[in-house]
T-cell receptor
Framework: AQSVTQLGSHVSVSEGALVLLRCNYS??????LFWYVQYPNQGLQLLLK??????LVKGINGFEAEFKKSETSFHLTKPSAHMSDAAEYFC????????????FGTGTRLTIIP | KAGVTQTPRYLIKTRGQQVTLSCSPISGHRSVSWYQQTPGQGLQFLFE???????NKGNFPGRFSGRQFSNSRSEMNVSTLELGDSALYLCASTPGQPGNEQFFGPGTRLTVL
């Protein structure tokens, strides 16, 4: 079965520091991978997606992620954290076309220290 | 283009009652998925509808059901509510083409007393 593991349920970084949120997936074939962000009392907003077109994916708000098949990883990074980045982040995997089911990781709550 | 809308946004019910939640997808999107979000279980897939047919189903009891109408609007129903059904229910829509992402609505917060 498809699954994703997010290491670290809580991550704190200082404003201006590098943000690194980890995601590893288990899949026998390269899947579709996504990062979503959730602000309090809101739904999920897509940050970026990997669909095999390019291993380095750039998303909104300065975030990017690199697909590494050898490590089965899809870590999310941002060079310089901003206070507005404080939120919960979810990595998700979708198996293939025709199956819209997203399997989510447990989430990482990002706190930005002023 | 309007986003995914969900009604109502908040709902309070008592055990044993039933509830119906509504989701209007983005115009032109034919696939609608439902997810349950709780602090303990996280985000879990309920089911997906495409062109009025249930295409995928998660591991939830039969008390959870859904349907999709010809205009792609979807409803989910939970019968005989239990305390553990208290959650944020999220709806997501997608055109249904390869590589397309799902767009999520703001959710319906259901509280079961």
């Amino acid at each position: 079965a498809q699954s994703v593991t997010q290491l670290g349920s809580h991550v704190s970084v200082s404003e201006g520091a590098l943000v690194l949120l980890r995601c590893n997936y288990s899949s026998s074939v390269p899947p579709y991978l996504f990062w979503y962000v959730q602000y309090p009392n809101q739904g999920l907003q897509l940050l970026l997606k990997y669909t095999s077109a390019a291993t380095l994916v750039k998303g909104i708000n300065g975030f990017e992620a690199e697909f590494k098949k050898s490590e089965t990883s899809f870590h999310l990074t941002k060079p310089s954290a901003h206070m507005s980045d404080a939120a919960e982040y979810f990595c998700a995997v979708r198996k293939n076309f025709g199956n819209e089911k997203l399997t989510f990781g447990t989430g990482t709550r990002l706190t930005i220290i002023p | 283009k309007a986003g995914v809308t969900q009604t109502p946004r908040y709902l309070i019910k008592t055990r044993g009652q039933q509830v119906t939640l509504s989701c209007s997808p983005i115009s032109g999107h034919r696939s609608v998925s439902w997810y349950q979000q709780t602090p303990g279980q996280g985000l879990q897939f309920l089911f997906e509808y495409f062109s009025e047919t249930q295409r995928n189903k998660g591991n939830f009891p039969g008390r959870f059901s859904g349907r999709q109408f010809s205009n792609s609007r979807s409803e989910m129903n939970v019968s005989t509510l239990e305390l553990g059904d208290s959650a944020l229910y999220l709806c997501a829509s997608t055109p249904g083409q390869p590589g397309n992402e799902q767009f999520f609505g703001p959710g319906t917060r259901l509280t079961v007393l």
